[in-house]
């Protein structure tokens, strides 16, 4: 079964630093596509980040980049310049590629201090 | 453009009692998806769809049954309620592949007593 796992359950970084959240997935597919999504307190699950598994290109977005390991499966995500606003509880998601289903992780919780 | 609206946004319904989540996108999307967030969880897909007249079950279908008669909305009813049913649901919808990115509704909070 596809899983997808983040052992992080909080993280904490300081305002204007460097935070990175891990995320592991188990997949005997070669082509495939991973998120991150953030949800903030207003519930609203707004995307971050998307990685296409046959780019070996790591994904950026202005702040937000991707550490993407296919051997080892692990997606991970480097925030910088940590900003108050970017307190929130991130998934990572895995998209099989067939029919757009997302499988997600159980949530790392950031917290970002003045 | 609204994206994808959802209502209620809260509710509580006592057990045995059925309800319908509504969802409806102005995307023109394809796909659409229903998901469940339990506290402190991921979501979880209960339903999703390739289209008009097709739907399929995800990961946790039990309890729940959906339709799709037009482009635009995509129900998801509650047959007999439980209290394991108590979450967050979500409604999602993306276009055709390759690109997969879901767009997502503000979610109906319902709490099953």
């Known amino acids: 079964a596809q899983t997808v796992t983040q052992s992080q359950p909080e993280m904490s970084v300081q305002e204007a630093e460097t935070v990175t959240l891990s995320c592991t997935y188990d997949t005997s597919e070669s082509d495939y596509y991973l998120f991150w999504y953030k949800q903030p307190p207003s519930r609203q699950m707004i995307l971050v980040i998307r990685?296409?598994?046959?780019?070996?290109q790591n994904a950026t977005e202005n702040r937000f980049s991707v550490n993407f390991q296919k051997a080892a499966k692990s997606f991970s995500l480097k925030i910088s310049d940590s900003q108050l606003g970017d307190a929130a509880m991130y998934f990572c998601?895995?998209?099989?590629?067939?029919?757009?289903?997302?499988?997600f992780g159980q949530g790392t919780t950031l917290q970002v201090k003045p | 453009n609204a994206g994808v609206t959802q209502t209620p946004k809260f509710r509580i319904l006592k057990i045995g009692q059925s309800m319908t989540l509504q969802c409806t996108q102005d995307m023109n999307h394809n796909y659409m998806y229903w998901y469940r967030q339990d506290p402190g969880m991921g979501l979880k897909l209960i339903y999703y769809s390739v289209g008009a007249g097709i739907t399929d079950k995800g990961e946790v279908p039990n309890g729940y049954n959906v339709s799709r008669s037009t482009t635009e909305d995509f129900p998801l009813r509650l047959e007999l309620a439980a209290p394991s049913q108590t979450s967050v649901y979500f409604c999602?919808?993306?276009?055709?592949?390759?690109?997969?990115?879901?767009?997502f509704g503000p979610g109906t909070r319902l709490t099953v007593t």
């Open positions: 999602a919808s993306s276009s055709d592949p390759p690109n997969y990115e879901q767009y």
């Open positions: 998601a895995y998209n099989p590629g067939n029919t757009g289903k997302l499988i």
């Open positions: 990685q296409e598994a046959y780019k070996q």
